[in-house]
């Protein structure tokens, strides 16, 4: 289950506890990691191939908890193992900046070059707890 980075967990925080602004994006993306991210952000996204970010969208979040709410496929994989998963707030850019949850998948996922990585709906869950 992918966890909240340190940034996005103290604009929260701030947010909440001190009344400081916080501007959410306006959309969200998966990005695909061959070393996992950390809370702080890092790890290595997938490059190579036609790779590119995909679009996510949520379920309305209840009890703290919400889900993928869109069948996503990033086409065109390179030949490399997948090991994490990133929620990004841009479609490119530098991944500590625009990271929001971080995680690793249960089982790591190898593609060919040119598979299609798919992530099924309601299969990324993020709890706030």
């Known amino acids: 289950m992918p966890a909240a980075t340190t940034t996005l967990a103290s604009s929260l925080l701030n947010q909440v506890l001190r009344a400081a602004p916080y501007t959410p994006p306006g959309n969200v993306y998966l990005a695909l990691f061959t070393v996992a991210p950390t809370a702080s952000g890092g790890g290595t996204e997938v490059v ?23 069948l996503v496929q990033i086409t065109g994989m390179p030949a490399v193992t997948v090991v994490g998963l990133g929620v990004m707030s841009a479609t490119t850019g530098t991944v500590a900046s625009t990271m929001l949850f971080y995680g690793t998948l249960l089982t790591p996922k190898t593609t060919n070059s040119g598979d299609t990585f798919t992530c099924q709906v309601s299969s990324l869950n993020i709890a706030l707890s």
């Open 48 to 70: 190579g191939g036609s790779y590119a970010r995909a679009p996510l969208t949520f379920n309305t979040s209840t009890d703290g908890t919400t889900s993928n709410a869109n």
